[in-house]
Structures are given as C-alpha cells and as structure tokens.
C-alpha cells in the first residue's frame, strides 16, 4: 500500500513538472485591437465682424477741378483730388467775404444762399415763403454761371417751378464729368408756395470742400422722376492772395510753395 502511494506522488510530482514546462515553452498569443479615435477638429481662429450702419460712400472717380487763378495771371494749374467725402475740410479756411450783396435771386428760376461757418441748424422755416435769413451770404451770377459763396455751413437751394412740385422730390448732386450723383437730399415743397422747392446741402465736398472752387450739376427731381430742373452751379470760395510765385496757396493749408533761394 505504501509503494503505490509513493508511485501516485511520483507520477503527481512529474505531471505538474511536466504541466510547468509546457506553459513556459508556450508563447503567449498577441491579440491586435484596433481603436478608433475621433477626428480632432482644432478651431484656430473665430472672428466675428460687426457692421454698424454708416452713410453709403460715393462710388464715383477722382474729380479734377481748376484751381482759382486771376485773369492778368497766365498760371495754368489743376488739383486732383479724391472721391467726394473722402476728405476733411481744412480747420484754417478763410472766411468768404461779406461784401457781396443781394437776395440769393439767380437765372433760371433759383435762388440761394450759404450760411457762414459755425451757424444754426434751418430748422422748419419754409423758405419758399421768407427767403434768406439775415446773415445769409448770398448767390450771384458770374460769367453766365450760378455761383454760391463757401466756405458755410450749409448752403439753401430755392428752386421755382412752373408747377406744383408735391412732395417725395428730392435733389441730387452730381459730378460734371461723369454725370453721377454722389449725394442727394430732400427737396422740401413750400406750404406757402405749391410752385416752389427748396433744399439745405450739407456734404463737406460742396459747402468746404479742399478746393478753392468746384462746379457740380445739380438737378431737382419730383417723386415721379422727372427732372423739374438741371443746372450747373458752381460753389466758390473767396479768391485768395496769390503766393510769390503767382499760384495759389494750398486750399486746405493755405501754404504756398517754398523758396529755393
């Protein structure tokens, strides 16, 4: 009984050596697993634009408009500058001057006036029926040509009509060389007069511009669009004192061209 109980130990003890050699000489089994990342979205940059309602800018060419010259003066001379608006009017400008006298009644039917620098607001006065204010400078003809005196506040346009105007007109600017409007405000009808319009122009390019004078075509059109009047107006500064050399000094600097000697 002992001897067969020492076989089974024997063959116990070479069946777990042998059970132990076998796991060690198996390689263990590499098992592949495939893991799917999701795609990484890397945002680098938001910008977000905010757009503030501005006046519509004149999409309109560079004007060339001849600077001011005096007859006995044979300096012929030009000055290119950019679209109207795109400028500011010179804070050193000289005044007009007030020695011109009248009512503002020039050819065709118009009559106008500008308002010195730095004056009020029109207000709701009809213009139609009490016509120019008392510190008014006002318009004249000079060589055929309706004239306005700037620099001014804001320069009044009253236009007579041989009929009833209405409302919903408006009046438009536009630049001689290629007839397109860069501004336009309301014509505003007379209560007093059903026959007479009238508008207050503001645009730095037509009450100060940095010229010493500019020509534009100004039309008065009715709500139905039809032109009731069209004309060229010319809106001048004073003539200036000429520099050393016969021209004219810079509109916006009042400098004028430097020594070389």
Same mark, same amino acid.
Do not use: A, D, L, M
């Given at each position: 009984m002992l001897r067969v109980e020492n076989i089974i130990k024997t063959l116990l003890i070479?069946?777990?050596l042998f059970i132990l050699v076998s796991c060690s000489l198996i390689e263990p089994k590499v098992v592949e697993a495939t893991v799917l990342v999701p795609q990484t979205v890397v945002v680098t940059e938001i910008v977000e634009r905010v757009v503030t309602a501005t006046t519509s800018a004149a999409t309109i060419t560079p004007l060339t408009t001849p600077a001011a010259t005096q007859s006995t003066q044979t300096v012929s001379q030009s000055t290119t500058v950019t679209e109207p608006g795109a400028a500011t009017p010179s804070a050193f400008v000289s005044q007009a001057d007030t020695n011109r006298t009248g009512?503002?009644?020039m050819q065709n039917g118009l009559t106008g006036w500008c308002m010195p620098l730095d004056s009020a607001a029109p207000g709701d006065t009809d213009y139609g029926r009490y016509g120019m204010p008392t510190a008014g400078r006002p318009g004249f003809v000079e060589d055929g040509v309706n004239t306005m005196h700037i620099p001014g506040e804001y320069c009044t346009l009253v236009f007579e009509f041989s009929s009833q105007i209405g409302t919903g007109g408006k009046v438009?600017? #536009?630049q001689i060389h290629n007839n397109l409007t860069f501004y336009e405000v309301e014509l505003v009808p007379s209560a007093s007069n059903p026959n007479v319009g009238y508008a207050h122009l503001y645009h730095n390019y037509i009450v100060n511009p940095p010229l010493w004078g500019v020509t534009y075509l100004i039309e008065a059109v009715d709500a139905n669009g039809t032109t009731?009047?069209?004309?060229e107006i010319a809106?001048? #500064?004073?003539?200036?004192d000429l520099c050393w050399d016969g021209s004219t000094p810079d509109p916006v600097t009042l400098w004028c061209p430097k020594k070389d000697w």
């Open positions: 070479i069946s777990g009512n503002g009644e438009e600017v #536009k009731r009047w069209s004309g809106f001048q #500064k004073t003539q200036p």
